[in-house]
């Protein structure tokens, strides 16, 4: 897993004709950011990708961006992976470019960032390369540690008052001592979670549904687990067990046949390292995942179901022509998905692009025809990073970022009227 840069922040503008219902629009130029302290069309290479200054504002290999929106104004949480941090603004609305973070989680200081965490010397309540985020509809955050193979919920952060924040909940570990892959078992279970690979850290997707049952992408077992609300209260034991497997049989399942790479019947059943995932407003699942596609699951959910479709994979039709490596149906490594409306949005990580497409209710049959291929998948309707649908070069090929490219941006997040989205090579 290579580790990322930067931060951007993007607008979203609505707009609407006379004659059709409102539309939501994309706006590709950012309009603020935190993680560096200029915003410009060419910026140097010092302002563009300056090494840490580590103090308290800047940021390395962010992986993902949560947003608390139970209290006014919204709290803005980034997972500052490769600086084993969580960085908190206190008005996700409002900051300037440059502003301090008001917050430091898993570190001492704005100063430090090493490794945390079980074992470590310095800070054991500590974080080692955090790379998934969610907040609960109390304001409670939950933090994947990925270095650790656990998640850690920070009871709402700013209400507390210590210099280093409590640890209320523990998932993926029996104590606050463990931080082996699986806890060290030859078996996984509904208990455990892989983050981390030796020195790989893999990005984590998590999300609550409406009832509050959390969602994680279990990346290094191939699966996404829910973990019901029951098991999260105020008064959890660590080590809550997950109710529902996604991607997999059962629990105890982990790995991939052969025949997954080859045969297209499996390719709604399994999954391949999950990364983001995300709600649509009527309840379906989007996880993406590193086999290049993204999976749609429709509810009633049941452990071991089919996802109903999916996207990034293109068919050729009967003696057609081989598809192209890069166009709107294809997908390259994305690493997140969120939704304006009812509009999904892809983070084509590897494509260095954001794709959008229209609501799932108005996706083509599986059997029709997009142009010389099947609608197996669904074809973009707009991208934003690139000149065309035929490209993916990082930066749009320029040495340095402009306010309209991206760089393997990695997930993003909305609030009220922007996009927030980390993008990580820049």
Do not use: H
């Not at 609505?14 to 004659?19: L, P, R, Y």
């Not at 973009?380 to 090929?397: H, I, L, M, S």
């Amino acid at each position: 897993m290579t580790f990322f840069k930067s931060f951007f922040l993007c607008s979203v503008l609505v707009a609407a004709a006379q004659t059709v219902a409102a539309q939501t629009q994309f706006n590709p130029y950012p309009s603020r950011m935190v993680g560096q302290p200029l915003l410009q069309q060419i910026p140097s290479a010092v302002t563009a990708v300056a090494p840490n200054l580590v103090e308290g504002r800047e940021l390395s290999s962010p992986q993902a961006v949560a947003v608390d929106t139970s209290v006014t104004p919204p709290i803005l949480y980034v997972a500052d992976t490769g600086n084993n941090r969580v960085l908190a603004w206190k008005n996700a609305s409002s900051f300037k470019n440059g502003d301090f973070a008001d917050l430091v989680i898993g570190q001492r200081d704005k100063y430090s960032t090493s490794f945390n965490g079980p074992g470590s010397t310095i800070l054991t309540s500590g974080l080692g390369g955090p790379s998934g985020l969610a907040v609960d509809k109390s304001g409670n955050l939950y933090v994947a540690d990925a270095g650790n193979n656990r998640i850690v919920r920070y009871k709402t952060p700013f209400q507390q008052t210590g210099q280093l924040l409590a640890i209320d909940l523990i998932i993926g570990q029996k104590d606050s001592s463990g931080r082996s892959a699986n806890e060290g078992l030859a078996v996984a279970s509904a208990k455990t979670l892989v983050f981390s690979s030796g020195s790989n850290l893999f990005v984590i997707g998590m999300n609550f549904d409406g009832s509050g049952n959390l969602y994680v992408s279990d990346a290094g077992n191939n699966r996404v687990l829910r973990f019901p609300a029951s098991a999260l209260g105020s008064n959890a034991s660590n080590e809550p067990a997950a109710d529902l497997v996604l991607g997999q049989v059962d629990f105890a399942t982990t790995k991939l046949p052969q025949q997954f790479f080859t045969d297209l019947s499996l390719q709604k059943t399994l999954l391949d390292g999950p990364a983001g995932l995300a709600f649509s407003p009527a309840g379906l699942l989007f996880v993406t995942d590193s086999a290049s596609r993204v999976l749609v699951y429709a509810p009633p959910f049941a452990s071991g179901m089919n996802a109903s479709r999916v996207m990034g994979v293109v068919l050729p039709q009967q003696n057609g022509p081989p598809p192209p490596a890069i166009s709107e149906q294809t997908l390259f490594g994305p690493n997140g998905v969120f939704f304006v409306g009812d509009i999904p949005y892809v983070v084509d990580t590897s494509n260095s692009r954001i794709v959008e497409y229209d609501p799932y209710s108005q996706w083509p049959l599986e059997t029709a025809t997009c142009g010389n291929y099947l609608c197996y998948s669904p074809p973009g309707r707009k991208q934003y990073g690139q000149v065309d649908f035929a490209t993916g070069t990082p930066n749009r090929g320029q040495p340095q970022p402009s306010d309209d490219s991206f760089s393997f941006p990695v997930s993003a997040v909305v609030v009220g009227n922007d996009v927030i989205i980390a993008d990580g090579g820049n």
